[in-house]
Every structure is written in structure tokens, then in C-alpha cells.
């Protein structure tokens, strides 16, 4: 098989692996607060997440060079056993730990892996061990620090928008052309009616259905499914370039040999991680929708705003977070706020060991795949 071959499909295992662990970090809230159930969930959040690893191409090119170049001294010119290993580590550390139950970080696995492999192939002196810290250690340490702050500053005034909103929707109404209220006891109030042709494009929810109205309605409830698919989006493009990035690992640019080679590659870690997040994704989203804390659905949305808005942020300017640490951290966050006996402090535990473990367990992993490779290659 030739090494670009098995490269590719090491990646597009990678990026299965990812989807088996992260789906879980967007759509955990829905599950958790009794929006819907497990299932529905899963296909919503894996519906966006490859939404976002298709505009990775577009919005995330800040991390590909990150990954891709950077990280290792220049003029290096990596054995072709590198990269491959650090495919390998990373994938089977994310694979045990989505089998067991734990969100881990590919971000934490990545880094732990390029160390231990880069350690074996081309030793310390030729890492770049500043760069390594300040673009992918120090935002990953900030990570929960930061998800913790935003969701202790974001939470009291969602609450209290939410307090203001409950049980109220607007309703739009393409046949009538309209844009309406209803509030908690039904009462409806018209915001906008144009004379232009519109189109009834929606079924008959039931809130609009109990105020006579037909058309589409918008709640708490809809805001917090949009809330999770954007979050969705936002880890599908924080993660796909730093995947990606593995086929370019230590080349003087950032560059694909051919558009169609990067669509090609696009596609397929697309398609891989959209397969993991579909068939592997609910063991770890259980954990995080019921063994962290209990939540409703403000706190839910409150959690998925935090997320989406951190891991966005974070992508475009190629800092490269953990939407694990981000999003666990402000779903404990969330529970902080209701007092320290509202969060499950044992599953809080055996969640930062399976970050701190992270590291050392790739790093081991992708050395011991290097001297495996590198004897064969």
C-alpha cells in the first residue's frame, strides 16, 4: 500500500474516532435537559458537525497551519513514519477512551502524540518547543478557565431573559405574511404583516396550534437546538484542519499538491467523522448529559452558548482549544452556580484524569507505533 494511501486512511480513522468522542460535547445539553431523546440528538449534532468540517476549508485556516507547520524546526525534513504514528497514537488513545465512556481532547491527543513520536524520530532538538507550548499548550490550559468564566457571566442573564420569555414564541406564518407573539397564556399580539407573496413552508406547532395560528414557532426550546448545531458546527471546523494537518506535517508550507487532493482529503475526514459521530457517539454523551450535572433547558443553552461561542472564536484566529475541556467545563460551570453538591464530583474527577492521562498515554502510543513503522516502511 502506498504511504499516501495509508495516510489517508489513517486520517479518515483519526477523524472517525473524533466523531465518536466530540459529537457528544454539543448535543449532551439537548439529552441532559429533557429537550429530546439520545437519538435525535446524535443525528442533529451529527448533521452540523459535518456542516462545519465542510467550511473548515474556509474558516479555519489559521489551524492547519498550526499543525501543519510551526511545530517542528524548519529545514526538518520528517521520516514519512512521523506523521503516520501520530495518526496512530492519537486515534487509539480517543478510540479507548470513547469506548469507556470519557471525553477526552483529539487537540490534548494530537500534541501528546506529535511529542512522543517526534521524541523517537527526529529527538527534543528538533521540536519546537515554544511554539508547542504558547499555540497549543497554554490555550489548552486557558480552556476550562476560560468556559467556566463565560458560562458563570453568561448564565444569570440568559436566566433572566429566559425568565422574561418562558412559555411566550414568536410565530411566523408565511401564508398570512406575518410575524406574531404568543405569550404565556395564548394571547396574540401581530409585530409585522407585509402585503408581498409569501409561501407557507412549515407544519402546525403546537403552540401556535393552541393560539389558532399556523406556521412556525420560536422558543427557548428552538433557540437551544440552534445553540447546539451551532455548536456542532463550530467543533466540526476547530477539528477537521488539525486532522487534516497530519498529511502535511513538516513541509515548508501549508500547501496541498493539487485542489482536488485538499477536497478530496476534506471529504473524506468529513465523511469519517460524520460515520463516528452517528455510530459511536452515545456512550460519552450519556456521560455528559446525565453524570455531570442535572440541567434544564436554559442551562443547557446557556452551556452550548458558551461552547459555540469559545470554539469559533478560538478556530478563526488558529488557537487551537478543546471543545472537550470547553464544553465540560461549562456544564460543570453551570452546576457550580447551582451550588457544589449539584455536580457529581466523581465523574468530574474521572474526567480530569482522562485529560491529564491524555498526554503521556498518546505520546507512549505513537512512540511505540514509530518503532513499529519505522521498521517497516
Known amino acids: 500500500m502506498e504511504l499516501s494511501l495509508l495516510a489517508l486512511l489513517l486520517v479518515m480513522a483519526l477523524a472517525y474516532a473524533n466523531g465518536t468522542n466530540d459529537v457528544s460535547k454539543a448535543v449532551a445539553t439537548l439529552v441532559g435537559s429533557g429537550v429530546t431523546n439520545y437519538r435525535t440528538a446524535i443525528i442533529w449534532g451529527t448533521v452540523w458537525t459535518v456542516t462545519g468540517a465542510g467550511l473548515s476549508a474556509l474558516l479555519a485556516s489559521a489551524m492547519l497551519k498550526t499543525f501543519s507547520r510551526g511545530l517542528i524546526q524548519p529545514g526538518i525534513a520528517p521520516p514519512p513514519a512521523l506523521a503516520l504514528a501520530i495518526l ?23 500534541t501528546g502524540a506529535l511529542v512522543g513520536a517526534g521524541l523517537m524520530a527526529i529527538g527534543s532538538q528538533k521540536l519546537m518547543w515554544p511554539a508547542i507550548a504558547g499555540k497549543i499548550g497554554l490555550p489548552l490550559l486557558l480552556s476550562p478557565v476560560m468556559a467556566l468564566t463565560v458560562s458563570f457571566l453568561i448564565h444569570p442573564v440568559i436566566r433572566r431573559v429566559a425568565e422574561r420569555w418562558e412559555g411566550a414564541c414568536l410565530c411566523v406564518m408565511p401564508a398570512s405574511r406575518a410575524l406574531v407573539t404568543i405569550d ?17 413552508v412549515v407544519a402546525v406547532p403546537a403552540q401556535c396550534a393552541r393560539a389558532g395560528l399556523k406556521g412556525l414557532a420560536v422558543g427557548l426550546d428552538s433557540i ?66 446525565e453524570k455531570v450535572t442535572r440541567m434544564d433547558h436554559v442551562e443547557g443553552l446557556s452551556a452550548n452558548l458558551t461552547t459555540s461561542s469559545l470554539v469559533l472564536v478560538s ?22 452556580l447551582k451550588g457544589l453538591n449539584a455536580v457529581r464530583w466523581a465523574t468530574v474527577r474521572d474526567m480530569v484524569l482522562a485529560w491529564i492521562v491524555t498526554l503521556p498515554a498518546s505520546a507512549l502510543l505513537a512512540a511505540l507505533a514509530y518503532l513499529v513503522l519505522s521498521r517497516l516502511l
Open 315 to 336: 478556530a478563526g484566529m488558529g488557537l487551537p482549544v478543546s471543545t472537550t475541556h470547553v464544553s465540560s467545563s461549562a456544564i460543570i460551570g453551570i452546576g457550580l
Open 184 to 200: 404565556a397564556q395564548g394571547n396574540t399580539r401581530t409585530l409585522m404583516q407585509t402585503g408581498v407573496l409569501g409561501q407557507p
Open 88 to 110: 496512530v497514537g492519537a486515534m487509539a488513545w480517543v478510540l479507548v477512551a470513547s469506548r469507556t465512556g470519557l471525553p477526552v481532547s483529539t487537540t490534548h491527543a494530537l
Open 224 to 289: 437551544h437546538w440552534l445553540s447546539s448545531g451551532v455548536a456542532s458546527l463550530a467543533r466540526g471546523a476547530n477539528d477537521t484542519p488539525k486532522i487534516m494537518a497530519m498529511l502535511l506535517l513538516g513541509g515548508a508550507a501549508a500547501s496541498w499538491p493539487s485542489v482536488t487532493a485538499q477536497f478530496t482529503t476534506l471529504a473524506a475526514v468529513t465523511l469519517a467523522m460524520g460515520l463516528g459521530s452517528y455510530l459511536g457517539g452515545l456512550r460519552v454523551t450519556e456521560v455528559l448529559a
